[in-house]
Structure formats: C-alpha cells, structure tokens
C-alpha cells in the first residue's frame, strides 16, 4: 500500500522554493511507494506548471472562506479528508499555519525552511510563534548547516540538512555541453555577463549594474542580461537609464528555457543581500559557468562555492570586489575555465536521483 504524503505551501509562483517542492512531489509520485497531493492558498496565472498526475487542491477555490480563521479550518478539513502519513510544509509562514490548524491532531509535520530565518524570524513575535510551532514539528529541513545553525536545543536536534536538487532540463543542457563551455568561456572577447531571479530589492541586481556601468566603456563587446520579472523592475530600468546603458543592459522578462538562454554566457552573478540556497547558482555552475556570487546570509552561497575553486565569493553589496572580479574573469579566459569546470562538479553532489532519496529516507524515518 502506498504512503500518503501533503505537501503545503502558499502558492506555485515562480520561485526557488515552489520549484523544488514541485520537483519532489513529481519524483515522489512517480515511485508506487508514495501517493502525493499538493495543497495550496492560492492558484495565480504566473505559477510553473504541475506535472502530470500530481494531484492539487487550492483553499481560495472555496469562495466560502473570507478570514484567517477559514482558512486554518479549511486546511484542517483538507488534511483530514486526505489523511496523509506525513504533512510536509515548505516556507515557515506556511509552518505556523499548519502547526495551528491541525493542532491536537496525530498528523506529523515536517517543516522544510527555504528562505533565511536570521532576517524573516530573528526576533519578537514572530520567532516566538514559530518557535512555539516548530515544536509540533517531527523535522525540520533545512537547506544549509547555516540554516540550522538559527536553532538550538531541542529544535536543532530536529533538523536535518537536504540540499537542493540539480533540475532535469539542466541537466540535459549540462550533458550536451560536451566540452565544458565550448560556446562561453572559452571566448577571447564578446559575450554576456548574466544574472536570473525575480527582480525584488534583497536580490540587490541594482549591485550588478553600478558595477558594470563602471567598467562597461572598457569592454564594449560585453552586455549584461538579467532574466526575472517582478515588482522592482521600474526602478532598474530607471537607474538603467540614468547610466545611458539601455544598449548594454537588459530586462528581457522571465525565460521560458533559461538554461539554453544563459548557456553561453561568460559569466554569471549572483548579487543578492540574502538567498536560502539559491537555485539559481546552483543551475549557472550545472552549466559550466564561472560564477561570482555574494557570500550572503545565511550562507547558502559559501555551502556550494569554495572560493577561488570552483566560483568566487564576494562581500555583500561590494561593488569594488564585484568589478574587480568581473574584470578578472572578462580578462582572463584560462580562469574562466577553470572555474567552470569545477563548478559542473555540482552534477553530482546534487543529482536529482540523490537528493529524492534523502527525503524518501526522512519521511519513511518519521
């Protein structure tokens, strides 16, 4: 008989945490084993697609519910009506409204942190209600030791740390670049310095274009492409203006097949103020690229970079160090190389096939 697993979560928007719970919900319903349900808040019109077979149910589809208080009764009705083995629920906000809604019940709740709990739950009242929810959790997953480290006593004791896993269409783009970076970084000159995520503030691609704007006349057959969409977007494109660089820097939106569109990029950059583990590092190394990241709370980026080896790690919002990093790279194309060579190694410390069966021995422990 197959094991039951619900996974919770707010939406399926287009970040990195929807998309790894998407990813192990797939592979997990895809084994007999398991028998998968997702469950929603929320369904909006820019979601990633679910796979087919998953099986998803959205609380707001029920016009009945107007307050907090439905909405803890409605996952409490849905919960009880699937009667999962495990409830899985991925960012902390989700956490606590699961922990309360199924108060007193025998469900086991296994809380997977995404995000950075040092800026989100650092103090007051919401540590104290997350601390107090995470105490009705059987696990709590983190992405990275430095996660865990926010917690101690009894909490840490309950925490476990499963990366992130590589995603298939990386993969396949990874396998087919035969040659390391036969398209990229081997390139003497000419080229695109890259970045991807959604344009919020705390990503910080403000970093990236004061950086280039400074050396940008010394490497006019160089252009920087940022691929995300979001809320930040008119302010970029104002400080885009202000640098006389719509020429030389773009905003082309979301990409439906980023790995081919950066693919052949000489370099990627990750500016962000703080990340969990971020996805999108993690795919620019798949693909052989050389990376530059910042080493920013709560220290996923230093997790999977070891600097100078396979990518280089820079101080949050420094954009000296960014330049003279970008310099170095646009310069010297044997670094390059090196440095994405190494970074491909990620292949294999995060395969997909690996990272499923570490959660597959977490739920069938608890």
């Known amino acids: ?121 650092s103090r007051g009242r919401n540590r104290l209600l997350l601390m107090y929810c995470l105490r009705d959790c059987c696990k709590i997953v983190c992405q990275t030791k430095y996660q865990a480290d926010f917690f101690d006593g009894r909490l840490r004791e309950k925490c476990t740390v499963i990366s992130n896993p590589i995603f298939k269409e990386f993969e396949k783009k990874a396998n087919e670049l035969v040659d390391i970076r036969k398209a990229g970084s081997d390139k003497k000159t000419g080229g695109n310095i890259v970045a991807t995520g959604r344009l919020f503030d705390y990503k910080n691609h403000r970093l990236l274009i004061d950086a280039f704007s400074d050396i940008a006349d010394n490497y006019k057959d160089v252009n920087v492409v940022i691929y995300g969409e979001g809320p930040y977007r008119a302010e970029l494109e104002k400080l885009i203006d202000s640098k006389n660089l719509k020429d030389r ?60 080896v396979n990518g280089i790690l820079i101080p949050v919002n420094d954009k000296d160090k960014l330049k003279e990093s970008i310099k170095r790279l646009l310069d010297d194309s044997t670094v390059r190389l090196r440095l994405g060579k190494e970074a491909r190694n990620i292949l294999k410390t995060n395969e997909l096939g690996r990272i499923v069966e570490n959660w597959k021995e977490l739920i069938n422990e608890v």
Request: glycine share 4%; proline share 6%.
């Open 1 to 121: 008989m197959s094991k039951k697993i619900l996974f919770y979560i707010h939406s399926l928007n287009k970040g990195g945490a929807e998309k790894v719970l998407i990813t192990i919900a797939d592979q997990l319903n895809k084994d007999p084993s398991y028998d998968v349900v997702i469950l929603t808040d929320t369904k909006d019109e820019l979601e990633y697609a679910l796979p087919e077979g998953l099986k998803r149910i959205v609380i707001d589809e029920d016009k009945s519910i107007s307050s907090p208080i439905d909405r803890l009764k409605a996952i409490r009705k849905h919960v009880q009506k699937e009667d999962p083995g495990n409830v899985i629920v991925f960012m902390l906000s989700s956490v606590i409204r699961a922990v309360i809604s199924l108060k007193f019940t025998r469900y086991k709740i296994i809380a997977a942190v995404r995000s950075n709990p040092y800026d989100d739950y």
């Open 249 to 308: 820097i773009f905003l082309p939106g979301d990409s439906k097949h980023v790995e081919q569109d950066i693919a052949d990029a000489l370099i990627y950059v990750l500016p962000s103020d703080t990340e969990g583990l971020p996805n999108a590092l993690m795919e620019a190394m798949a693909l052989g690229l050389p990376v530059i990241s910042t080493d920013c709370p709560c220290g996923g980026p230093k997790s999977i970079i070891d600097n100078d």
